[in-house]
């Protein structure tokens, strides 16, 4: 059984901070569902053991996110986003141009290659950026404005996709957020659900990790910081019955969007990833089309590997987006380029930091503008 929590507006104190390090528990210990519930915790102030909160007191009145932002506003946000990733490649490439001019040679396209890989962008994206600077400028001095033109453009190139808007049809819509342990989804869920309400959208939360009370806790702590409804089950409780109960909610009061968070899991956890089948089965018989949205949450600062990892977890779960957070969490910021040549996805929104507005829409242009940007 699952029952609803009313919305509740926060006020504009920020909840209280963590008080200890994230505890990943092994999902693998959880496979015995409780099916009794009692009431949450109505207690707003419930720590949040797992996310840090937003550093800045989030309000529901907060400005609007990226949806109706200019290109300009894109690009900002981009930037400040990625700054650490920014400095490093800029302090970097213009290591390359102490003189005025380098001659583009085998040697300064081979120390170029190494300043890029150090992005985490991998080698093939690498090899393509110097290539194409070698294509155009072999055997010439050039300044460091060529350059970083020549690669922006190349960037721009490759990070390109279809327009990909969240793809939300009907009344309710319903969007499950999916993917390992700790890569951001809860808090993601967070700023989206602000990103939504702040476009006007009525959002209902699913609380589908079940397995923590912690999970519970952190995602009602969103919800109320957002004022929106939330669904959440007992410890245990079965997450596609959260997950159900959740859409009938969306549905009762009229909402347009139920997002519904789920615990982390390897692909390799069968169980598990069954456990996701029944809920985009459950979500189906109750509307039409539904999950409309199965968003992958990628770790920016997990690593390559780490992140070729969960291709095999996408197509397992037949993502349909990804949203790549904690781009601001690293100098890695290169990494998109090897995730969009590996996933067959768009990369729908990207997460620039832990505060309420720090979501953004992936545009592909104000992006790679971003990465190499003074
Ligand atoms: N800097 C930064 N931190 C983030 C971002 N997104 C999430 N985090 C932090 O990453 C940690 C894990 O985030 P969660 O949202 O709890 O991750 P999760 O995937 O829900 O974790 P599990 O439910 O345990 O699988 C928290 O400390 C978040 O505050 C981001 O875009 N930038
Ligand atoms: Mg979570």
């Given amino acids: 059984m699952v029952f609803w929590r009313s919305k509740k507006k926060s006020d504009d104190s920020p909840p209280a901070q963590p008080s200890g390090p ?6 693998t210990a959880r496979d015995s569902p409780a099916t009794e519930s009692t009431a949450p915790d109505q207690g707003p102030a419930a720590a949040n053991p797992q996310a840090a909160p937003p550093k800045a007191a989030p309000s529901a009145a907060a400005p609007p996110a990226a949806a109706a932002e200019s290109s300009a506003g894109l690009f900002g946000r981009f930037r400040s986003g990625l700054e650490k990733t920014r400095r490093a490649l800029n302090t970097d490439i213009r290591d390359l141009f102490k003189e005025e001019g380098r001659l583009v040679d085998d040697e300064f396209l081979g120390e170029l290659f190494a300043k890029l890989i150090r992005t985490d962008m991998g080698a093939g994206p690498a090899e393509e950026l110097r290539d194409d600077v070698a294509k155009r400028y072999r055997g010439r001095k050039v300044g460091l404005a060529e350059v970083l033109e020549s690669i922006t453009a190349q960037t721009q190139a490759m990070l390109q996709q279809d327009a990909a808007p969240l793809n939300l049809p009907g009344k309710p819509s319903v969007i499950l957020v999916v993917g390992v342990n700790g890569s951001g989804k809860t808090t993601s869920i967070g700023k989206l659900s602000h990103f939504l309400t702040s476009h006007g959208k009525k959002i209902v ?3 589908g990790d079940t397995f923590r009370a912690a999970a519970v806790e952190q995602l009602t702590i969103w919800s109320e910081r957002i004022g929106c409804d939330i669904v959440t089950g007992k410890q245990g409780a079965d997450p596609a019955s959260v997950a159900f109960q959740t859409v009938d909610k969306a549905i009762e009061i009229g909402a347009d969007v139920a997002i519904i968070d789920t615990a982390g899991r390897l692909q390799t956890q069968s169980n598990l990833m069954q456990e996701l089948d029944k809920i985009r089965r459950v979500v189906g018989k109750k509307v039409e089309d539904a999950p409309h ?18 291709k095999g977890f996408s197509d397992a779960a037949g993502c349909t987006g990804i949203i790549l957070a904690k781009l601001d969490g690293s100098a890695r910021g290169g990494v998109i380029l090897p995730i969009r040549r590996q996933f067959e996805l768009p990369v729908k929104f990207v997460g620039l930091g832990e505060s309420i507005e720090d979501i953004a829409e992936f545009d592909a242009d104000s992006f790679a503008t971003a990465l190499f940007a003074d």
């Fill in 22 to 27: 994230a505890q990943q528990e092994p999902s």
């Fill in 205 to 207: 939360l699913g609380a």
């Fill in 293 to 310: 949205e199965v968003l992958l949450v990628l770790d920016a600062t997990a690593g390559q590997n780490a992140i070729s990892q969960a």
